[in-house]
């Protein structure tokens, strides 16, 4: 498959194109972000703060951290500023998003941020030695299709640690909670776009992670109608 997501390409007026949850991308224009390879997704400046408070409960101190679908890198590199004992992957398989979030680095990155890998994670192999103590996913498995999903946790299953944990943030459908009326209208944009892509079960991800070896998932509830998800790998 060739990931690619038009949400978030370059527009001919503007180098960033945010695409992110509900209630999220939609309202925001792209905005110019200058003429290096910088994007500018403007989502990930509402929810990066929420975002690390719950990672700060669940990440350990120290390790690695396997970031997949980095997208502009401007989470890469804030998320990496705030856990600074651990040292932070990025990757993503488009190679804008992989200049964008090289740029980033270069600009304000610390030295626990890495260059970003080439990862699509429904590649039977992943350019990643060893195993890492957590990987982190935001606003990928909805936008793509589900096979992305299936090869996200097979990842894990392959690199994971034991004792650690693969984070996702975004929007799901939750049986027995009904779906906010946002998240109704954004899954329907989605399908509309691609009828692969859409928000998905959260019964069906725990299953997929199941198959991978790790747990159900712990859930904090987030702004916007998005779910924070922490599947950890037993020890
Ligand atoms: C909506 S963006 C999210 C970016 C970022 N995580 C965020 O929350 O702002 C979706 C990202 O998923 C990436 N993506 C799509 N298919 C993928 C795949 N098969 N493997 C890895 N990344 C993929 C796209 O390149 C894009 O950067």
């Not at 856990?83 to 990757?91: M, R, V």
Request: charged share 20%; proline share 11%; glycine share 10%.
């Amino acid at each position: 498959m060739k990931p690619r997501t038009p949400l978030f390409a370059p527009p001919a007026d503007g180098p960033g194109r945010p695409a992110a949850g509900p209630g999220e991308a939609p309202r925001d224009a792209p905005r110019d972000a200058g003429s290096d390879a910088r994007l500018h997704a403007p989502a990930t400046a509402r929810n990066r703060d929420a975002i690390a408070q719950v990672l700060a409960g669940w990440l350990p101190q120290t390790g690695r951290v396997l970031e997949l679908a980095s997208g502009t890198g401007e989470h890469a590199l804030y998320l990496a500023g705030r856990f600074a004992g651990l040292t932070w992957q990025p990757s993503d398989p488009d190679p804008a998003h992989r200049r964008s979030i090289a740029a980033y680095r270069a600009g304000d990155g610390g030295a626990n941020l890495l260059p970003p890998l080439d990862i699509d994670v429904t590649a039977p192999r992943w350019p990643v030695d060893g195993s890492v103590q957590a990987m982190v996913c935001c606003n990928m498995i909805h936008i793509a299709p589900w096979a992305a999903a299936e090869g996200l946790f097979a990842g894990a299953g392959r690199h994971l640690a034991a004792g650690g944990g693969l984070y996702l943030y975004g929007p799901f459908r939750r049986e027995g909670v009904p779906t906010a009326p946002s998240n109704e209208a954004f899954d329907a944009s989605l399908r509309a776009q691609n009828p692969a892509w859409g928000l998905r079960d959260l019964a069906a991800v725990t299953d997929l992670a199941a198959a991978a070896g790790l747990a159900a998932p712990l859930v904090a509830e987030m702004p916007a109608n998005n779910l924070s998800l922490w599947f950890a790998r037993p020890r």
